[in-house]
C-alpha cells in the first residue's frame, strides 16, 4: 500500500513569507503528527492530529498552526518565517495516537525540506 | 513527564565490529519502548519495539535490543555492522498518550 506522501519536497521560501505543507496519510490511519527536524535541535513535536481534532501540541509559537482534513490528510502552516524555521518537517501517520491501543509503529513520510533565507 | 536520552551523539565503528547504542530513559508510568532509523535523506522508520514479554527484542537488518525495567534503558545491538547501517538511529518511549524521541545517535561505519 502507498506509504505517507509528503508534498512539497523540497521548498525555499525569504522571511516574512507563509508555507503551507501537505500530507497524505497510509490510507485507513487517523492519526497524523509533525515533527521538526534540525541539526541543532534533534526531532521536535510540532502537533498531533486524530479525527480531525488537534491532541497534542508542542513547545512552539503560535505562528506553527496545523489542521486535519475528513479524509485524514493533514497541513501544516507557518505564518511569518524566520531564517531559525529552516528544517526538514516530517510527518508520520498511524492507526490510533498513543493511548488509544497505539502500537508504537509510527510510518514517516520523506520529509519536507524547507529552507528560509 | 517522560524522557529520552540517548548517551552517544555519534558512533563511529569498522565494518563488520559490533555496535551498541546508549538509550536511558525516565517515567512515572509504564512505558513502550522502540527503536527508529532514518537513512540520509529519508524519514524515519521502525527497526524494532518493545511492548510486552520478553526483554530481547529482534527487529529488522540483524538489530536487536534489551529492555531493563530496573536502569531503564533500552539499549540496541548488532554483532555485525554493514557499511548500510551508516544512518541516524532514535530511540523513543511511548506512555500514555505521548512519544518522545531521544535526541538520536548518528552511526558512521567505515570499510
Known amino acids: 500500500k502507498a506509504g505517507v506522501t509528503q508534498t512539497p519536497r523540497y521548498l525555499i521560501k525569504t522571511r516574512g513569507q507563509q508555507v503551507t505543507l501537505s500530507c497524505s496519510p497510509i490510507?485507513?490511519?487517523?492519526?497524523v503528527s509533525w515533527y521538526q527536524q534540525t541539526p541543532g535541535q534533534g526531532l521536535q513535536f510540532l502537533f498531533e492530529?486524530?479525527?480531525?481534532?488537534?491532541?497534542n501540541k508542542g513547545n512552539f509559537p503560535g505562528r506553527f498552526s496545523g489542521r486535519q482534513f475528513s479524509n485524514s490528510r493533514s497541513e501544516m502552516n507557518v505564518s511569518t518565517l524566520e531564517l531559525g524555521d529552516s528544517a526538514l518537517y516530517l510527518c508520520?501517520?498511524?492507526?490510533?495516537?498513543?493511548?488509544?491501543?497505539?502500537?508504537?509503529?509510527?510510518?514517516f513520510g520523506e520529509g519536507s525540506r524547507l529552507t528560509v533565507l | 513527564a517522560q524522557s529520552v536520552t540517548q548517551l552517544d551523539s555519534q558512533v563511529p565503528v569498522f565494518e563488520e565490529a559490533p555496535v551498541e547504542l546508549r538509550c536511558n530513559y525516565s517515567?512515572?508510568?509504564?512505558?513502550?519502548l522502540f527503536w527508529y532509523v532514518q537513512y540520509p535523506n529519508q524519514g524515519l522508520q521502525l527497526l524494532l519495539k518493545?511492548?510486552?514479554?520478553?526483554?530481547l527484542v529482534k527487529g529488522i537488518n540483524g538489530f536487536e535490543a534489551e529492555f531493563n525495567k530496573s536502569q531503564t534503558s533500552f539499549h540496541l545491538r548488532k554483532p555485525s555492522v554493514h557499511i548500510s547501517d551508516t544512518a541516524e538511529y532514535f530511540c523513543?518511549?511511548?506512555?500514555?498518550?505521548?512519544?518522545?524521541f531521544g535526541g538520536g545517535t548518528r552511526v558512521l561505519v567505515k570499510p
Open positions: 490510507s485507513g490511519h487517523r492519526s
Open positions: 518493545y511492548l510486552s514479554g520478553s526483554t
Open positions: 492530529y486524530f479525527s480531525e481534532t488537534q491532541r
Open positions: 517515567s512515572s508510568v509504564s512505558v513502550y
Open positions: 523513543a518511549v511511548a506512555a500514555g498518550n505521548k512519544l518522545t
Open positions: 508520520a501517520s498511524s492507526l490510533s495516537p498513543p493511548g488509544q491501543g497505539f502500537t508504537g509503529e509510527l510510518f
